[in-house]
């Protein structure tokens, strides 16, 4: 469809002997040339994801009538490739908000955490599989307002094979561009800068071996492959994807979207040594 657009990363795991360095390489022009990574896999056994997100700035409002823009938390089924997402959603009309996703259907609208420049939000989905429902919880975390909803799987008629575990987690921005004519071809300027950050997934653990006892341990990821979309034909995306870091807890990614140039998003390879592995 060619007013949808989207650019960003996939989060993986790099394998522990790649590299006891940082590297980090924005892809920003076709003439970028990136040394060929380790081969990265996506974590086992992943029930959950989170991030951080803070809006920095208000860039201004330039997105088409009837269009949208998101900042994405995506998590794909492993079985399915069903798309769980905790977006928010920036609209044309000013009518912002965090929203949860299932299946490309928006499910629930957030309305006690709202959106406000300066404030920082935690971002969860977890999947429970003994209760056949998916979790979306956000905490404002300068308010420590939290706010969740849970969404029955089983109210859906085709969700046989869907596997409650992570098979792959997209972060980056996403655009639907509603105007008519050639002007509805290309994605528009975002509308906030952010800070995406503590980029991680989840597993389940056990207390005392007790399977009735589950608790959620989560970690870093080190490792971000750009992706895009493949299909709008779209050469160069009006955003960037600026200051890739690890954090100074030294585990933990970080990058800034804000307005400007990129063909992809960002490559990104960090493994400190005792940074914690996947089990």
Same mark, same amino acid.
């Given at each position: 469809?060619?007013?949808?657009?989207?650019?960003?990363?996939?989060?993986?795991?790099?394998?522990?002997s790649?590299s006891s360095?940082?590297?980090?390489?924005?892809?920003?022009?076709?003439?970028?040339?990136?040394?060929?990574?380790?081969?990265?896999?996506?974590?086992?056994?992943?029930?959950?994801?989170?991030?951080?997100?803070?809006?920095?700035?208000?860039?201004?409002?330039?997105?088409?009538?009837?269009?949208?823009?998101?900042?994405?938390?995506?998590?794909?089924?492993?079985n399915?490739?069903?798309?769980?997402?905790?977006?928010l959603i920036?609209?044309?009309?000013?009518?912002?908000?965090?929203?949860?996703?299932?299946? %490309?259907? @928006?499910?629930?609208?957030?309305?006690k #955490?709202?959106?406000? /420049?300066?404030? $920082?939000? +935690?971002?969860?989905?977890?999947?429970?599989?003994?209760?056949?429902?998916?979790?979306?919880?956000?905490t404002?975390?300068?308010?420590?307002?939290?706010?969740?909803?849970?969404f029955d799987?089983?109210?859906?008629d085709?969700?046989?094979g869907?596997?409650?575990?992570?098979?792959n987690?997209?972060t980056?921005?996403?655009?639907w561009n509603?105007?008519? %004519?050639? @002007?509805g071809?290309?994605?528009?300027? #975002?509308?906030?800068? /952010?800070?995406? $950050?503590n +980029?991680?997934?989840?597993?389940?653990?056990y207390?005392?071996?007790?399977?009735?006892?589950r608790?959620i341990?989560?970690?870093?990821?080190n490792?971000?492959?750009?992706?895009?979309?493949?299909?709008s034909?779209?050469?160069e995306?009006?955003?960037?994807?600026?200051?890739?870091?690890?954090?100074?807890?030294?585990?933990?990614?970080r990058?800034?979207?804000?307005?400007?140039?990129?063909?992809?998003?960002?490559?990104?390879i960090s493994?400190?040594p005792?940074?914690?592995?996947?089990?």
């Amino acid at each position: 469809m060619a007013n949808h657009f989207w650019v960003g990363s996939l989060c993986l795991r790099a394998p522990s002997s790649s590299s006891s360095s940082t590297t980090l390489t924005p892809v920003s022009s076709t003439t970028a040339h990136v040394k060929r990574p380790p081969s990265p896999s996506y974590p086992p056994n992943v029930i959950a994801i989170s991030d951080t997100l803070t809006i920095l700035e208000d860039l201004g409002n330039h997105i088409p009538d009837k269009s949208w823009m998101l900042y994405l938390l995506e998590l794909f089924d492993k079985n399915t490739a069903a798309a769980l997402e905790l977006d928010l959603i920036c609209q044309f009309n000013d009518r912002d908000n965090f929203w949860a996703i299932f299946r %490309g259907i @928006n499910r629930y609208k957030f309305t006690k #955490v709202l959106p406000a /420049v300066g404030h $920082s939000y +935690l971002r969860e989905i977890i999947m429970k599989k003994e209760k056949k429902s998916i979790e979306f919880s956000l905490t404002d975390l300068s308010t420590e307002q939290n706010e969740a909803f849970v969404f029955d799987v089983s109210s859906e008629d085709n969700n046989k094979g869907f596997s409650y575990q992570g098979g792959n987690h997209f972060t980056g921005i996403e655009w639907w561009n509603k105007a008519g %004519g050639s @002007n509805g071809n290309t994605p528009f300027p #975002v509308r906030y800068k /952010v800070e995406v $950050s503590n +980029l991680s997934f989840g597993q389940a653990t056990y207390d005392d071996g007790m399977s009735t006892r589950r608790t959620i341990d989560y970690r870093p990821y080190n490792m971000l492959i750009p992706n895009r979309d493949g299909v709008s034909g779209v050469k160069e995306y009006p955003v960037s994807f600026e200051n890739p870091a690890v954090k100074d807890d030294g585990k933990n990614i970080r990058y800034a979207v804000a307005s400007g140039k990129t063909i992809a998003g960002i490559r990104f390879i960090s493994n400190p040594p005792g940074m914690p592995e996947a089990v």
